[in-house]
């Protein structure tokens, strides 16, 4: 590296997704120099935003890294831009359950504890409900964790199907209640009820994104640097392997190295933990971090099922698809004799037909039209349990390798088969069903997992590696369990925690 160019910064953030962009949002106005590394750039706003031929047939934003699932090349569902993932996320914003963060028994396996209990997130709960502009109601989800606080912002209201179906999910005698959500929606609102939220960008900034709601304002302050088109290779660390002192950047085709005294990692779980793995060396042969052996284990994603409610005869006109949920079965389906757990079913993004060009690709075009414009489209989430085989590794040549080993599958079959039952007796007589696969790496977590314990996790409870005293991971890498409810605020409460705890004790 004698060639290459160096620089110091007091805190190097890598990545400025919901985890990274957290953090540089707490140390935004402190006294240390913050330098983001993001391998990606600002999402163009461009027509093709919302072009569905471009992103769901052409996958214009998906990136052309090829990752392997044990020997087969495949597309992952990435998307490399400021913001992260959360510039294509559903905007459903859940706090996890109390229990969720203790150890729960489910059908084929444990769900472990964390080292940390909902008590102790539930104010950077609310801070992260802030931040982003989350629209909910309190008082109704019958697993509702206790809140200091009600949300800021009312929900988004139902249109008229949704109405009438939540009335006759109530006529069920189920709880439905308003899925919470971060639009910029209402009077003076952004949000133009355009249809396009769920796994697009948003063109008028109506998202509440982590580019949006955390780097911009970051970048307010003279103190925040953000660098794009830089791609962190690897990091290094001192001779005694305690410390990181610097990363290998790629940044434009030319190979930097940048310095720091602080490193937070928030690269996504599983490039996070590749980025651990590949950058082993002498004094930590497995890769950084690693002493315990769990880096790159247990791999999670939920089990999640994509349902198509059709009516034949009545056209679903719905904008803003994403109004209700239904957790009544989240923890057990007792009445009917099953005590563990089932999962969450909520409104998916309306469904249209270039989105099913792979899966219904057998059909013909205008029978997959009229499929997407009579149905009501929701997603039935199960909690996918830490295993220590299922996991991320990196071939020979650098390449990502993801071996997820399917767990718990009986209880999400059940919990599809429920819902099916459910959005039948809603009045919808055909409900189609569509599991995701390996691609679908949206709800990644797990495999940089904190806990208590040092020979069982990587990261202590303030996601400081146990191995290294200057580097944190903030990313969904975090997780020891997935619970059945969506990430992202879970991961900005933890990390906007762990941002407040270096600005106050560590700098
Ligand atoms: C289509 C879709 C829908 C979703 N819907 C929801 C939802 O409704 N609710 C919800 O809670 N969650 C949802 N999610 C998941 C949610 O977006 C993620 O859990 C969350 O954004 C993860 O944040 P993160 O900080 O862990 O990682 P990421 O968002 O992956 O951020 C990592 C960042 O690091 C950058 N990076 C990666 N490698 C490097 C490197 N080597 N050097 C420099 N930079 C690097 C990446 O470009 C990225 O910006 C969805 C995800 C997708 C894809």
Not at 159 to 181: C, D, K, T, Y
């Amino acid at each position: 590296m004698s060639s290459v160019q160096r620089e110091l910064s007091d805190v190097v953030i890598i990545g400025s997704g919901v985890g990274g962009g957290s953090v540089a949002w707490q140390l935004a106005g402190s006294g240390a120099q913050v330098l983001v590394l993001e391998r990606g750039p600002f999402l163009p706003r461009e027509a093709q935003n919302w072009d569905l031929e471009e992103i769901f047939v052409r996958q214009r934003y998906k990136t052309q890294e090829l990752w392997y699932a044990d020997g087969r090349a495949f597309r992952p569902g990435m998307f490399y831009f400021v913001g992260g993932l959360s510039k294509f996320y559903g905007t459903a914003m859940f706090r996890f359950r109390e229990r969720d963060f203790e150890c729960v028994q489910h059908e084929e396996g444990e769900s472990p504890a964390w080292p940390i209990r909902y008590a102790q997130l539930e104010p950077w709960y609310t801070l992260a409900e802030r931040l982003f502009g989350v629209r909910g109601q309190a008082g109704i989800d019958p697993t509702e964790p206790a809140r200091s606080a009600g949300f800021e912002h009312p929900p988004i209201p139902h249109e008229p199907v949704l109405q009438a179906i939540h009335e006759r999910l109530q006529a069920q005698g189920l709880a439905p209640f308003a899925m919470p959500s971060a639009i910029d929606f209402g009077a003076g609102g952004r949000c133009l009820r355009c249809s396009n939220c769920d796994a697009l960008p948003c063109k008028v900034d109506a998202k509440g994104d982590a580019e949006m709601r955390l780097i911009r304002p970051a970048l307010e302050h003279a103190n925040v640097e953000l660098r794009t088109g830089v791609r962190v290779e690897r990091l290094l660390t001192d001779d005694s392997g305690r410390r990181i002192t610097a990363v290998d950047v790629l940044h434009d085709g030319v190979r930097k190295r940048i310095c720091g005294k602080l490193f937070v990692l928030s690269a996504g779980a599983i490039n996070s933990a590749a980025l651990l793995l590949r950058s082993a060396n002498g004094a930590h042969p497995r890769g950084l971090a690693n002493s315990s052996d769990v880096v790159g284990r247990h791999y999670m994603t939920h089990n999640t099922t994509a349902l198509m409610a059709v009516h034949p005869l009545r056209r679903n006109r719905t904008h803003f698809p994403k109004t209700l949920a239904v957790h009544d079965f989240y923890f057990g389906d007792p009445t009917h004799g099953y005590d563990y757990p089932l999962g969450s079913l909520q409104l998916l993004g309306k469904i249209r037909e270039p989105m099913l060009r792979g899966p219904l690709g057998h059909l013909p075009k205008m029978l997959r039209s009229l499929l997407a414009q009579h149905s009501v489209d929701w997603y039935a989430q199960s909690e996918d349990l830490p295993d220590p085989d299922s996991r991320v590794s990196v071939r020979a040549d650098g390449a990502i390798n993801l071996h997820w080993k399917r767990s718990n599958l009986r209880a999400h079959q059940r919990w599809v088969a429920k819902c099916r039952e459910i959005l039948r007796a809603t009045g919808y007589p055909l409900v189609l069903a569509k599991g995701f696969g390996t691609e679908v790496v949206s709800h990644q977590c797990g495999t940089v997992r904190f806990g208590a314990d040092a020979k069982t996790s990587a990261l202590d409870a303030l996601c400081r590696a146990w191995d290294h005293e200057n580097l944190y991971v903030v990313d969904a890498g975090f997780f020891p369990s997935s619970a059945a409810v969506n990430p992202a605020l879970t991961v900005a409460a933890q990390a906007l925690r762990v941002g407040q705890h270096i600005r106050e004790q560590v700098l």
